[in-house]
């Protein structure tokens, strides 16, 4: 059974910077594609980072520059670094696993999700 746990979220002001985790089980970063995505109230869930299994990162024109995705593969726990928090930033944070191949930020490629950790940052 693969479980994805997301942690990290919080509430911070414009400016500022979290790191999200997300602890995998049944499933490892050497086998799976890793993503991150976000869903705003009202809003459709949209991709902003992604890690192939070769170490090939992509991410959201929005974010790039800001957020960093990374892995442990020892500990297989992927790293939402986000820097520069804009209120625009305010949303739930998923991380999700994958098989598709090549890598994307199509929530459709990806098998296996998270519960989710919400992310909030005030201006």
């Known amino acids: 059974e693969v479980q994805l746990v997301e942690s990290g979220g919080g509430s911070v002001q414009a400016g500022g910077s979290l790191r999200l985790s997300c602890a995998a089980s049944g499933v490892n970063s050497r086998s799976a594609n890793r993503g991150w995505f976000r869903q705003a109230p009202g809003k459709e869930r949209e991709g902003v980072a992604a890690i192939s299994v070769y170490g090939t990162t992509l991410y959201a024109d929005s974010v790039k520059g800001r957020f960093t995705i990374s892995r442990d593969s020892g500990k297989n726990i992927v790293y939402l670094i986000m820097n520069t928090l804009e209120p625009e930033d305010t949303a739930m944070y998923y991380c999700?696993?994958?098989?598709?191949?090549?890598?994307?930020?199509?929530?459709?490629?990806?098998?296996?999700w998270g519960q989710g950790t919400q992310v909030t940052v005030s201006s």
């Open positions: 999700a696993a994958g098989m598709e191949w090549p890598v994307t930020l199509t929530s459709s490629d990806y098998k296996y």
